[in-house]
């Protein structure tokens, strides 16, 4: 089974539908990642066994966990903060849908008690990074939800074992840039601004064309950049999962490409 995963492009179906596990014969990264689907008016009650996170792409909802409640609403995954809720194992979920609403969820094994975080708009971490990074070509917008305080090597959350965040990368730019690498597994999750929208992910050696919904799991060392075609602006979900006494703090980037990150080296450009 290849690290990507194209299936369902047609889109999901209502329910929890996953699409990588905790226990998975090939490639396992130990991150359980799926997708929740809710009618409008649907309730959905859940007592997950361990560590969960989940994190709303569209729609609305009032979500009540071990007595806390939190309303969340979101119509663009480009233009607007998450809402992402953080549950230990064994807490008590409840999410009531006040239109069609999807989520995506995420897990790791992780049995260990510790308080419930409820992350809403204005919460996040969000930074532009690449910026002024090689003529302008590795733009994108990092917003750092929970587990790390950006790239500050800070692990924010001891007791959680999750790593998580989104990536907007612009059109026609880089992102994951450049090339880097972490001992920890990964899992990206992609969508576009317009359902024809397209990518290309590195994986080592290897190179990927990422479409709508589509996935790649993130083996511990291997490279990962993007890039978004012209005309397309990429999103996707990461999430990290911490190794036994060696937590994600920062990635390592690639060292033959690293001349170019203090925007100050000259890029060719025809004379």
Request: net charge negative; with cysteine.
């Amino acid at each position: 089974m290849s690290v990507h995963i194209r299936e369902p492009r047609g889109g999901f179906r209502k329910g929890l539908t996953w699409i990588t596990r905790l226990d998975e014969t090939d490639h396992n990264t130990g991150i359980g990642m799926g997708v929740l689907k809710l009618k409008s008016g649907e309730s959905y009650n859940w007592k997950p066994d361990n560590e969960t996170a989940l994190l709303l792409m569209q729609g609305t909802i009032r979500v009540k966990t071990n007595g806390i409640s939190t309303a969340g609403s979101r119509d663009s995954l480009f233009n607007e903060e998450p809402t992402c809720i953080h549950i230990s194992a064994n807490s008590e979920l409840e999410i009531d849908a006040e239109r069609e609403t999807e989520l995506t969820v995420y897990q790791t094994e992780n049995k260990a008690p510790f308080d419930q975080r409820h992350y809403i708009p204005g919460s996040i971490d969000v930074a532009d990074r690449g910026k002024e990074q090689a003529g302008g070509t590795c733009w994108r917008i990092v917003r750092t939800i929970l587990g790390v305080d950006g790239h500050a090597g800070h692990v924010r959350d001891p007791d959680s074992q999750l790593v998580i965040g989104e990536t907007i990368t612009l059109p026609g730019r880089w992102s994951s840039y450049p090339p880097h690498h972490h001992s920890q597994p990964e899992v990206y999750h992609y969508r576009f601004n317009k359902p024809q929208g397209f990518g290309h992910a590195e994986h080592g050696e290897d190179v990927y064309k990422v479409r709508n919904q589509d996935t790649l799991k993130i083996l511990s060392g291997e490279d990962h950049a993007q890039v978004a075609a012209p005309g397309y602006a990429m999103y996707y979900s990461w999430v990290i999962r911490h190794l036994p006494d060696n937590p994600y703090t920062e990635p390592e980037f690639t060292e033959e490409h690293t001349w170019m990150m203090d925007g100050t080296e000259k890029i060719w450009h025809p004379s």
